[in-house]
């Protein structure tokens, strides 16, 4: 499935806004089912630390990260409600949640980790190639949307969407997207990207 350019309006061109306040995102919490499931998928599969848990205005809490930077990054906290319906449009992606979106290194790392989620017997396994980004979606224990994905080194408007096939060489995905990514309206190199949308964006300065 792909998603016609008519869809893409052009990203916002307005200028840095000196008036807006400084920071940047750091974390966030969402609603749990089963705690132990979860605390379980997101240190021994994903990886993530246990920085702190405890009890508070009536709500387990279990703090997550994987970066000293950040003392959560995710907070697990009990208190979902039963019976949330599904996404009326695409069960894949969340009613509330639509997606929880990790970084992952290289295409090695993310077919490394497809295997390990098909043994964890994780579901709604989904490879997608946004051209942008090399994806793997699924479920964690609770049903909530996540997303694994490599960054390409390529930009075009979003969104797009096709699957991917990770059977294939390294090689072969590279070409495959790089020959579909430059003929893309709007195609430019990620760095050159970067500058663009990065001259518009309100950027965080520590200390002020
Ligand atoms: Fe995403």
């Known amino acids: 499935m792909t998603t016609s350019v008519a869809t893409k309006p052009e990203a916002s061109t307005a200028a840095p806004n000196s008036e807006a306040p ?4 750091s974390h966030m919490g969402f609603a749990v089912k089963d705690m132990a499931k979860m605390e379980d998928f997101y240190t021994r599969v994903l990886g993530f630390t246990v920085t702190d848990r405890g009890h508070a205005v009536g709500m387990d809490l279990i703090f997550l ?4 930077q950040d003392h959560h990054q995710l907070v697990l906290v009990s208190g979902k409600p039963d ?43 989904f490879p997608a190639n946004h051209g942008i980004a090399w994806s793997i979606y699924c479920h964690d224990p609770d049903g909530n949307n996540l997303e694994l994905f490599v960054d390409t080194e390529w930009y075009f408007p979003q969104p797009f969407l096709i699957p991917l096939d990770l059977t ?41």
């Open 65 to 68: 990260s994987r970066d000293p």
């Open 22 to 25: 400084n920071l940047m995102f």
């Open 83 to 125: 019976n949330i319906p599904p996404n009326p449009f695409n069960a894949q992606f969340g009613s509330v949640i639509n997606q929880i979106s990790f970084r992952v290194g290289s295409l090695d790392s993310l077919r490394k980790l497809q295997k390990v989620l098909e043994r964890e017997n994780v579901q709604n396994i």
């Open 168 to 208: 294939q060489s390294n090689d072969a995905i590279y070409k495959q997207t790089k020959e579909m990514a430059v003929e893309q309206p709007g195609f430019e190199m990620s760095t050159d990207w970067r500058k663009r949308i990065g001259a518009r964006m309100n950027r965080f300065v520590p200390g002020v």
